[in-house]
C-alpha cells in the first residue's frame, strides 16, 4: 500500500535519518582518526559522544586538542557542519511541520452544496461579484486548483476547496446539489469542468467566462448555459461611455427642439460652484438652468432639492436654454463631447472598444508602444509629443485601455493635466484599484470584473444589478395634481428628482417662468430626470403621458 505523505513529513522523517547519520558517520571518522593519526584510540561509544557533542556545540570533556594536522581540520569542520546543519535543518524541515500542524487544513472535497453556488477558479472577473455575494449572505464555494491562491482566499474569510479536478473527479462528487456552477479557469480548463461537473450528475445552470469569443459555440455544446467573453463586454461599456452615438446622453430630447439643450460641466476645485448647495447658487433663478443630477466617482444621482451638495470633482449635468447654458461656463468648464475619439492600448479590449466605434460611426485615433495594423500614433501616452500627435486636446474622449492599473494611473494623471475638458473613461484590470483611478483624474474607471459581475448577479441574484440611474430622458406629460403650482417652486417635485425644464401652454413653449408663473390643467409639461426619478415624478403627480407635438 502507498503512503500518501504530506509533504513536510516527508522532509522530517528525512530530518530524523539523517541526523543518526551524521554522527555515526563523524563518530566512525573520529574513531579511525584517533587510532590511526593520533595514536590514542577512542571506543566506538567515545566516539559518537564526541561527534554529538561538536555537532550541536555544547563541548568535549577530556579531548580539547590534536597533535596530527589531518584530524585538528577535520575537527575544526566539524562544528561549522554542525551550525550548518542547525540552520538548515528549522527552516526546512521543522518550522514546515509544525505550520501544516497547526494551521487550519484547507478542504479536498467540496462540502454539501445545498443551494449554494460552485465557483470554478479564481480571478478579477469575479472578485467584485463575490463581494456583492457576502453583502447579500448568498452561499458559495471556490474550487481553486493554485494552493498559494486557495490560501490567501481561506484567510479572507471564504469558503473555499482546493484540489486538481481532472486528476481526481471525486472531489466535486456533491456539485449535482448546487444551485448554479460559474467556471472561470481559462477556455481549456472551463471544458474540462464542465464535462466533469456533467458526469457528475449536476443538471443546473452553468455559466462560463471565455477568454476567446471562438470558444463560446462549441462551450454550449458540451454543457455550459450560457457562455460570456468579459473582455468583449468590457470593450462595448468603455465605447458606450465614450460614444454619444451609441449612448446618447438623453432620450426624447427632440420634443424641444433647439429650444432646450443638455450640458455636461466638470467642476474643479477653484470654481464658485465647487462644494456649495444648489439652494446656495440658485441657478434657476438668476441663470434659467435646472441641473439633473452630477456624475462623481463614476456613479450618476439625481438632485434632490436645495440641500443636494455639488461635489469637487464631479461633472453636473444641466437642462436649459441654450444662451443660459453659456452663462454657466463661466463657473465651470463645458465638458466638450465633439471630434475623435482617442484610445491608447490596442490589446483585445482596445479592439473590440475600436470595432464598436468605428460601427457607430466615430473617428478614432489609436495609440500604442508598439507599431501594428489600426494603430495610429506609436508612442507612450505618458509622453506629451504622442498626446500631440494623438490630438487629445481636440478629443470627443480618451479611452485608457491599458492592462496594467498602475501605467493607467500615472495615464490619468497625464491626460488629465494635458487635456481638462476632455472625458476620460479609463480600463481596470483589479477592481480595487477603480478608487486610485478616480482619484487620479478618470471620469468613469470600468473593470472586467464590474462588468462580468453585473451579467453574473443578474443571473444568480434575485435582482437586477446594472444601475439604470445614468439613463436621463425627457418626456411629454400632463399637468396631473401639479397644476395651480409653480414649476421650480415644489419641494415634493424636488424630491423625486425630476426637473420641468419647459411647459407648453396655449401652443407656446416657456423655458423660464416669473414668479407669478402657475401650471394650468391643459398644459403640458417637458419633465427631464432618469427613469427612476420619471416614474416617481408620474406617481407622485398622477402624470399621464402625452403624444410628442405634431
Known amino acids: 500500500?502507498?503512503?500518501?505523505?504530506?509533504?513536510?513529513?516527508?522532509?522530517?522523517?528525512?530530518?530524523?535519518?539523517?541526523?543518526?547519520?551524521?554522527?555515526?558517520?563523524?563518530?566512525?571518522?573520529?574513531?579511525?582518526?584517533?587510532?590511526?593519526?593520533?595514536?590514542?584510540p577512542r571506543t566506538f561509544l567515545e566516539s559518537l559522544q564526541w561527534a554529538s557533542e561538536t555537532l550541536t556545540t555544547t563541548g568535549?570533556?577530556?579531548?580539547?586538542?590534536?597533535?596530527?594536522?589531518?584530524?585538528?581540520?577535520?575537527?575544526?569542520?566539524?562544528?561549522?557542519?554542525?551550525?550548518?546543519?542547525?540552520?538548515?535543518i528549522f527552516p526546512l524541515f521543522v518550522l514546515p511541520y509544525f505550520e501544516e500542524q497547526f494551521e487550519v487544513r484547507l478542504q479536498h472535497v467540496l462540502p454539501p452544496m445545498d443551494g449554494k453556488v460552485l465557483f470554478y477558479g479564481y480571478g478579477p472577473e469575479i472578485e467584485s461579484l463575490l463581494e456583492e455575494f457576502k453583502r447579500t449572505n448568498t452561499p458559495f464555494v471556490i474550487f481553486e486548483e493554485d494552493m498559494t491562491l486557495a490560501r490567501s482566499l481561506r484567510d479572507r474569510g471564504y469558503d473555499v476547496v482546493y484540489g486538481k479536478m481532472a486528476d481526481d473527479p471525486a472531489t466535486v462528487a456533491r456539485v449535482k446539489q448546487a444551485r448554479a456552477v460559474v467556471t472561470n479557469a481559462g477556455d481549456h480548463a472551463n471544458a474540462t469542468c464542465t464535462f466533469i461537473v456533467?458526469?457528475?450528475?449536476f443538471t443546473g445552470p452553468l455559466y462560463a467566462l471565455a477568454d476567446d469569443p471562438l470558444y463560446r459555440p462549441p462551450m454550449v455544446q458540451i454543457g455550459a448555459t450560457e457562455v460570456f467573453t468579459p473582455a468583449h463586454v468590457l470593450g462595448a461599456?468603455?465605447?458606450?461611455?465614450?460614444?454619444?452615438?451609441?449612448?446618447?446622453?438623453?432620450?426624447?430630447?427632440?420634443l424641444?427642439?433647439?429650444?432646450?439643450?443638455?450640458?455636461?460641466?466638470?467642476?474643479?476645485?477653484?470654481?464658485?460652484?465647487?462644494?456649495?448647495?444648489?439652494?446656495?447658487?440658485?441657478?434657476?433663478?438668476?441663470?434659467?438652468?435646472?441641473?439633473?443630477?452630477?456624475?462623481?466617482?463614476?456613479?450618476?444621482?439625481?438632485t434632490k432639492g436645495p440641500q443636494t451638495r455639488v461635489e469637487p470633482g464631479a461633472i453636473l449635468v444641466i437642462v436649459g436654454a441654450p444662451a443660459n447654458l453659456e452663462k454657466v461656463e463661466r463657473m465651470a468648464m463645458p465638458i466638450r463631447r465633439t471630434g475623435p475619439i482617442v484610445l491608447a492600448g490596442f490589446g483585445a479590449v482596445g479592439r473590440k472598444v475600436i470595432e464598436m466605434l468605428k460601427d457607430a460611426g466615430e473617428t478614432c485615433i489609436v495609440i500604442d508602444q508598439v507599431a501594428a495594423t489600426g494603430v495610429d500614433v506609436v508612442g507612450n501616452i505618458l509622453e506629451q509629443a504622442t498626446l500631440r500627435q494623438a490630438r487629445v486636446h481636440e478629443a470627443g474622449a480618451v479611452i485608457l485601455a491599458l492592462?496594467?492599473?498602475?501605467?493607467?494611473?500615472?495615464?490619468?494623471?497625464?491626460?488629465?493635466?494635458?487635456?481638462?475638458?476632455?472625458?476620460?473613461?479609463v480600463r481596470v484590470n483589479r477592481t480595487p484599484n477603480t478608487v486610485r483611478l478616480y482619484r487620479s483624474?478618470?471620469?468613469?474607471?470600468?473593470?472586467?470584473?464590474?462588468?462580468?459581475?453585473?451579467?453574473?448577479?443578474?443571473?444568480?441574484?434575485?435582482?437586477?444589478?446594472?444601475?439604470?440611474?445614468?439613463?436621463?430622458?425627457?418626456?411629454?406629460?400632463?399637468?396631473?395634481?401639479?397644476?395651480g403650482v409653480h414649476p421650480w417652486h415644489s419641494e415634493e417635485l424636488e424630491r423625486t428628482g425630476a426637473k420641468v425644464v419647459a411647459v407648453e401652454h396655449a401652443s407656446e413653449v416657456f423655458v423660464e417662468f416669473d414668479d407669478a408663473f402657475r401650471v394650468c390643467p391643459d398644459d403640458a409639461l417637458y419633465v427631464c430626470g432618469t427613469l427612476n426619478s420619471l416614474a416617481r415624478y408620474q406617481r407622485l403627480f398622477d402624470a399621464s403621458t402625452l403624444a410628442a407635438r405634431l
Not at 456533467?198 to 450528475?201: C, F, K, P
Not at 500615472?410 to 475638458?421: G, I, K, N, S
Open 256 to 302: 424641444l427642439g433647439n429650444k432646450v439643450g443638455m450640458a455636461e460641466f466638470r467642476i474643479r476645485a477653484g470654481s464658485p460652484l465647487a462644494g456649495k448647495q444648489l439652494g446656495e447658487l440658485h441657478l434657476r433663478e438668476q441663470h434659467g438652468v435646472s441641473v439633473i443630477g452630477q456624475w462623481h466617482g463614476g456613479l450618476f444621482t439625481t
Open 60 to 88: 568535549y570533556g577530556g579531548d580539547n586538542h590534536w597533535n596530527h594536522p589531518a584530524l585538528a581540520i577535520f575537527v575544526i569542520i566539524t562544528p561549522f557542519l554542525g551550525q550548518f546543519l542547525a540552520f538548515l
Open 403 to 425: 492592462s496594467d492599473d498602475s501605467e493607467s494611473v500615472f495615464a490619468t494623471v497625464v491626460v488629465r493635466e494635458y487635456a481638462p475638458e476632455v472625458p476620460l473613461i
Open 198 to 201: 456533467r458526469e457528475s450528475g
Open 441 to 483: 483624474g478618470a471620469d468613469f474607471a470600468i473593470s472586467k470584473g464590474q462588468v462580468a459581475g453585473q451579467i453574473l448577479a443578474y443571473h444568480l441574484l434575485d435582482e437586477l444589478v446594472v444601475p439604470v440611474e445614468n439613463r436621463i430622458k425627457f418626456s411629454r406629460l400632463s399637468a396631473g395634481t401639479l397644476a
Open 1 to 40: 500500500m502507498q503512503l500518501n505523505l504530506k509533504r513536510s513529513t516527508r522532509r522530517l522523517l528525512v530530518l530524523l535519518a539523517l541526523l543518526p547519520s551524521a554522527v555515526f558517520i563523524l563518530g566512525t571518522t573520529y574513531m579511525l582518526g584517533m587510532e590511526h593519526l593520533e595514536g590514542t
Open 237 to 254: 461599456a468603455l465605447a458606450s461611455r465614450a460614444s454619444t452615438r451609441i449612448s446618447p446622453p438623453a432620450e426624447g430630447m427632440h
